[in-house]
Nanobody, 126 residues
Framework: QVQLVESGGGSVQTGGSLRLSCAKS????????MGWFRQAPGKEREVVAA????????READSVLGRFTISRHNAKNTLYLQMDNLKPEDTAIYYC???????????????????WGQGTQVTVSS
């Protein structure tokens, strides 16, 4: 069993920055591909970014390309999402998730991820 706990959310103004963290605990023998997803009120959950088990390959959604950076520190069992130049449309609950699928298969599909955190709120005001 894998447990994921997000932190780092908050409220910022347009153009501001936040860094989200996701701490992973539990069975760690198998390395997982990791992803960040978000869900805004009244909208479907969407992928933000994902990273390979070794951390050497990343994918980002077009909407965050050039503004958000995903990274991971496997020795610390922690996943990160650096968010810069935030916009009001980035307002959402952000979730980290773990996938056992071979990278980069189905990296953008939430159904491919088997473990999820509880989410952290990010609010960007204009």
């Amino acid at each position: 069993q894998v447990q994921l706990v997000e932190s780092g959310g908050g409220s910022v103004q347009t153009g501001g920055s936040l860094r989200l963290s996701c701490a992973k605990s539990g069975y760690t023998y198998t390395y997982y591909s990791m992803g960040w997803f978000r869900q805004a009120p009244g909208k479907e959950r969407e992928v933000v970014a994902a990273i390979s088990p070794g951390g050497d390959s990343m994918r980002e959604a077009d909407s965050v390309l050039g503004r958000f950076t995903i990274s991971r520190h496997n020795a610390k069992n922690t996943l990160y999402l650096q968010m810069d130049n935030l916009k009001p449309e980035d307002t959402a609950i952000y979730y980290c998730a773990a996938s056992e699928r071979s990278w980069p298969d189905y990296w953008a599909h939430d159904w491919a991820y088997i473990y999820w955190g509880q989410g952290t709120q990010v609010t960007v005001s204009s």
